[in-house]
């Protein structure tokens, strides 16, 4: 059988960070919770998620990695040179590790998929006018990413 590999690299708006990734993004959502707003300094993060196993970070001391509280076992990485997002990882589970991945970081050739929903809607600084879910609270974020993750993994196992 034929085995789809689309390998790719991710790089900050900078250049200075790289990311070697092994498959085409498993799934993608907005984050509206606050630390995302901060990190990303836009209304929203946008990223792409994948499995941390298929994720090759080329030079880690370019980066700078941080955690938060809230939402918790997030480490986000961020770069030294521009301070903008590179890579955060979240277990979710055990044995279970996924990666998020700024969708602007990606080469503008990758078609990546349709984003999932809004997270963290209730933390809106912009109403968003689209016919995407939009999941308010803490829990309901969750749960949805959950049932994405599950799903991805499932679908797609290699
Ligand atoms: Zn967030
Ligand atoms: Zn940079």
Redesign the pocket.
């Known amino acids: 059988m034929m085995k789809q590999t689309a390998e790719m690299i991710t790089t ?6 790289s990311v070697h990734i092994l498959t085409t993004p498993r799934a993608r959502f907005y984050c509206h919770c606050t630390i995302c707003q901060a990190v990303s300094r836009q209304a929203y993060a946008d990223d792409c998620l994948q499995l941390a196993s298929n994720v090759h970070i080329s030079d880690e001391s370019k980066i700078e990695f941080r955690s938060y509280k809230s939402p918790p076992a997030f480490s986000r990485g961020i ?1 030294k ?2 301070q ?1 997002p ?1 890579i955060a990882f979240f277990s979710p589970m055990p044995f279970i590790r996924l990666a998020f991945i700024p969708s602007v970081n990606y080469p503008p050739a990758i078609k990546l998929p349709k984003s999932k929903g809004h997270m963290f809607y209730r933390h809106r600084v912009a109403e968003i006018d689209d016919a995407l879910p939009k999941y308010e609270g803490y829990w309901s974020s969750q749960l949805a990413t959950a049932a994405a993750i599950t799903r991805s993994l499932f679908c797609h196992r290699a």
Not at 12 to 17: E, F, H, L, V
């Open positions: 900050c708006p900078c250049g200075c960070t770069c040179h521009c903008s590179v």
